[in-house]
């Protein structure tokens, strides 16, 4: 899947960029999201009233497939370690779904049933929630609240009926993990399809990571990012929406970050039509160019294609149009160097020894906010031994459950030593509201 998934370079900026410079007949062209034999139509023939909706595209990233199970769907969904290119040559170690991340795309119509079967390959535990779904609390995945956390090894069978029509996504509710890259989108499509009707219709997942030099293992408790990435891929690796001139588009914007994005579209004005909530009354659709798809939200934008050419879509925060720049512009212009932090050299990211987070550069390399510059300590939620936490006074410490392999797994540990029954302590935050939670809740 590696080599399909391309590459990228920077980020959102530049990402997707949709375009159609010329208007080109059906037999000229053949769109990546065309059913095979599927005969091109023309603008009249698809506005249709009561045609069910066409499948979204979410490009670099596969959709995941079904089987049928009686009148059930049946996903299987498998969290694991990933090696994803996200420009070229440009492999680092993320943790996703069924060897991406994000995770494949799940397609379902309004009203299924559906059965989603989580295996879990990482060397922690982890847990999936369906992020907006209304289903009952037993399947929302939450750890600790609502199930207890899928061993490494284990699985998790979840299956509910949907109702609702949108742009959803799914994530594991692990903090850390979900700046590994743990989220896929979750299209549910309505019984009858939304009017207008759009003749291509997209999914783009916002992610961001810090990666420092020489390592290929996101720091996810950073909170400065040098690689932004549409569908896994910075740009230019992302892969360009093509559609005809004259055709109305949808472009379906999920978020699940450590920040904002403004997605910004050249030559066009859109309308906002859908949130993580679901279709948006059209009554409430304003002309823009420029959504704030926060963290946590969906936005569905759509346009009629009416401006012929190579059009930009990107993320309007300036540090999120560069890859590999945010933490090194500064300082390299500078002749006084980091305000905080290490010497001038080690700030600037010019090893002289080790990786950038050996105990030699530990966390404090090419850190512009003096947060986290101080050199490395030992951490309590460092590598450990299983078994051989710090005690932390009132927290219930136990042991976690790990794979037996997992100092060995890139990435390890993200959430083992900070979330569920290790960080729970239900007693020093006891009151009468509290009654009834399952032991371990406050993890
Ligand atoms: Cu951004």
């Not at 823009?288 to 879509?313: C, H, I, K, Y």
Request: negative net charge; aromatic residues 6%; contains cysteine.
């Amino acid at each position: 899947m590696s080599s399909r998934r391309g590459f990228l370079q920077n980020v959102l900026a530049g990402a997707g960029i949709f375009a159609s410079a010329k208007v080109l007949s059906a037999q000229e062209m053949q769109m990546p999201g065309d059913m095979p034999g599927m005969k091109m139509k023309t603008k009249k023939e698809t506005a249709h009233d009561h045609a069910p909706s066409a499948l979204a595209e979410t490009p670099d990233i596969p959709d995941l497939p079904f089987r049928m199970d009686g009148n059930v769907k049946e996903f299987h969904l498998i969290a694991e370690p990933v090696k994803q290119e996200i420009v070229p040559g440009k492999v680092v170690d993320l943790w996703g779904y069924n060897g991406s991340a994000p995770g494949p795309t799940i397609q379902v119509n309004q009203g299924d049933r559906v059965r989603l079967i989580v295996d879990n390959h990482l060397p922690e535990a982890t847990s999936m929630h369906w992020h907006g779904f209304e289903v009952p609390v037993e399947m929302d995945g939450a750890p600790g609240a609502s199930q207890d956390p899928i061993a490494p090894g284990g699985r998790f069978v979840y299956e509910f009926t949907l109702q609702q029509e949108g742009t959803y996504f799914y994530h594991s509710h692990m903090a850390m993990q979900e700046m590994m890259g743990m989220i896929g989108a979750f299209v549910m499509h309505p019984k009858n399809a939304y009017k207008p009707r759009v003749d291509k219709d997209f999914v783009i997942i916002l992610q961001e990571y810090a990666i420092l030099p020489n390592i290929t293992v996101p720091n996810s408790m950073n909170m400065e990012f040098n690689w932004l990435t549409f569908n896994g891929k910075a740009g230019p690796a992302t892969t360009p929406l093509l559609v005809r001139h004259g055709e109305r588009v949808r472009i379906r914007l999920i978020n699940l970050g450590m920040d904002h994005h403004p997605i910004h579209l050249h030559g066009h004005q859109f309308v906002v039509t859908g949130t993580e909530g679901g279709r948006q009354p059209e009554s409430t659709w304003g002309p823009g160019n420029t959504v704030l798809v926060g963290v946590a939200q969906s936005r569905d934008v759509e346009f009629v294609a009416n401006n012929p050419g190579d059009w930009m879509l990107h993320c309007h925060l300036p540090h999120h149009m560069m890859n590999q720049m945010s933490s090194m512009v500064g300082p390299m212009s500078r002749r006084n160097g980091m305000p905080a932090g290490l010497d001038m050299e080690r700030g600037m990211g010019m090893l002289r020894q080790g990786n950038a987070t050996s105990e030699e550069n530990g966390p404090s390399l090419g850190r512009g906010l003096g947060v986290g510059s101080t050199a490395e300590q030992t951490m309590s939620n460092s590598p450990l031994k299983a078994g051989n936490p710090v005690q932390h006074q009132g927290m219930q410490m136990g042991k976690p459950e790990v794979s037996k392999d997992a100092n060995s797994v890139p990435g390890f540990p993200q959430d083992a030593f900070m979330e569920g029954p290790m960080m729970a302590m239900d007693q020093m935050v006891d009151k009468p509201e509290n009654f009834g939670l399952r032991p371990g809740w406050s993890g």
